[in-house]
T-cell receptor, first 113, second 115 residues
Framework: DQQVKQNSPSLSVQEGRISILNCDYT??????FLWYKKYPAEGPTFLIS???IKDKNEDGRFTVFLNKSAKHLSLHIVPSQPGDSAVYFCAASAGDSNYQLIWGAGTKLIIKP | EAQVTQNPRYLITVTGKKLTVTCSQNMNHEYMSWYRQDPGLGLRQIYY???????DKGDVPEGYKVSRKEKRNFPLILESPSPNQTSLYFC??????????????FGDGTRLSIL
């Protein structure tokens, strides 16, 4: 049973609009969450993270929201740019390190010009 | 340039022929890890190492071995590869210590096909 779920395999968004990627988790022990971005033929690169003591973390165009009661987090990208087209992975860990990450299956984001 | 380097990037081989995928990092990171990525499943951890001579099983260790004789290298060994080990493999490293929430840095991946 997957503990971290990204239910949308793909998402298409117009350039300049907001992209919202969603992630759900089942393990209440998870207290640290990360988003990674992956281009074809490259490894994942870290994008943004959030600790369970917060409900929002912002870095430039990227904002992650955490709803602990719903066990749900989302990544907002505003405004979306063509270079944002990639696969986005949500990952979670229990404890204050991320030595053992549990990953979602990824969402492919396509930004249309 | 700070990086994690994996070799080979692509390999097609046959069942039972031992192979090693090398991983090297130049960031002096204590922690290193191996993942496999399969369609619809995201990344799953195979083995990880907190430091030299310290290794632990991840979620899917069966059929794999690792060693950590020196800090920069963390090879993944498939003693007798089987077709179900056909996958995309990633090596990662990160800094331990005070800022334990430092993110993991990934190599560009190794695509293995076992026939």
């Amino acid at each position: 049973d997957q503990q971290v779920k990204q239910n949308s395999p793909s998402l298409s968004v117009q350039e300049g609009r907001i992209s919202i990627l969603n992630c759900d988790y089942t393990n209440s022990m998870f207290d640290y969450f990360l988003w990674y971005k992956k281009y074809p033929a490259e490894g994942p690169t870290f994008l943004i993270s959030i600790s369970s003591i917060k409900d929002k973390n912002e870095d430039g165009r990227f904002t992650v929201f955490l709803n602990k009661s719903a066990k749900h987090l989302s990544l907002h990208i505003v405004p979306s740019q063509p270079g944002d087209s990639a696969v986005y992975f949500c990952a979670a860990s229990a404890g204050d390190s991320n030595y053992q990450l549990i990953w979602g299956a990824g969402t492919k984001l396509i930004i249309k010009p | 340039e700070a990086q994690v380097t994996q070799n080979p990037r692509y390999l097609i081989t046959v069942t039972g022929k031992k192979l090693t995928v090398t991983c090297s990092q130049n960031m002096n990171h204590e922690y290193m890890s191996w993942y496999r990525q399969d369609p619809g499943l995201g990344l799953r951890q195979i083995y990880y190492s907190m430091n030299v001579e310290v290794t632990d099983k991840g979620d899917v260790p069966e059929g794999y071995k690792v060693s950590r004789k020196e800090k920069r290298n963390f090879p993944l060994i498939l003693e007798s590869p089987s077709p179900n080990q056909t996958s995309l493999y990633f090596c990662a490293s990160k800094q331990n210590g005070v800022s334990s929430n430092q993110p993991q840095h990934f190599g560009d991946g190794t695509r293995l096909s076992i026939l």
